[in-house]
């Protein structure tokens, strides 16, 4: 196989030659690599262990082992009861299947209109007498009446009384007192005369 030519080589990008061509090892700073080391528990190389003995088994198995067995067919019959249960629906179904409906007797269907009892027969008159005499009423032989209005107002006096009453009421609430005059109490002792002493020693 013929080497690429320079033209069919892939171009890099002018930005990244100029930082390959510069790029010193001097810039990158001193690591430690750790290697981790995962161990499988206890659990999990038992269950390894099985699937491969497992694969194992398969892989190697030998079918001459293998012992022939024949397959036996079991079928259960229904008891007794299950037959009779059978039996007694044939029966039905046949009977309604076969059934001859020559063989029916004609018969006349008989409305029954029950009549009412004498009390409501009596309820029902009386009801048809009150409508006919509201229908048939004669207004000839009604009275025209005037109508009197009643006025339950008391009356000019007493409305007058009422005022009155309500002024004098009026008055003694809003009483000026300070309208009132300044006045001396008076005590009066009269003293008896000489007749009114003399009867009364001679009493």
Request: glycine share 2%; hydrophobic share 30%; charged share 35%.
């Amino acid at each position: 196989m013929a080497a690429p030519a320079l033209k069919d080589l892939p171009k890099v990008a002018v930005d990244l030659k100029s930082q390959l061509e510069g790029f010193t090892t001097d810039k990158l700073k001193n690591t430690d690599t750790q290697e981790k080391i995962i161990l499988p528990t206890a659990e999990d190389v038992q269950q390894e262990k099985q699937h491969q003995s497992l694969l194992q088994g398969v892989e190697n198995f030998d079918p001459k082992i293998l012992k022939q067995t024949h397959t036996h067919e079991k079928i259960v019959l229904p008891t007794a009861e299950d037959v009779a249960t059978e039996k007694s629906q044939k029966n039905l179904f046949n009977t309604i299947e076969g059934f001859d409906s020559t063989k029916l007797k004609h018969a006349e269907t008989q409305e029954k209109n029950p009549l009412p009892d004498k009390d409501v027969i009596i309820a029902e008159k009386r009801h048809e007498t009150i409508l006919n005499e509201v229908e048939h009423f004669d207004q000839s032989g009604m009275h025209h009446v005037e109508t009197a209005e009643k006025n339950p107002l008391p009356p000019l006096e007493a409305i007058e009384q009422e005022k009155t009453k309500n002024n004098f009421i009026n008055g003694i609430e809003n009483f000026d007192s300070t309208k009132l005059k300044h006045t001396e109490t008076c005590e009066k002792n009269p003293l008896p005369t000489k007749e009114i002493i003399e009867e009364e020693k001679k009493a």
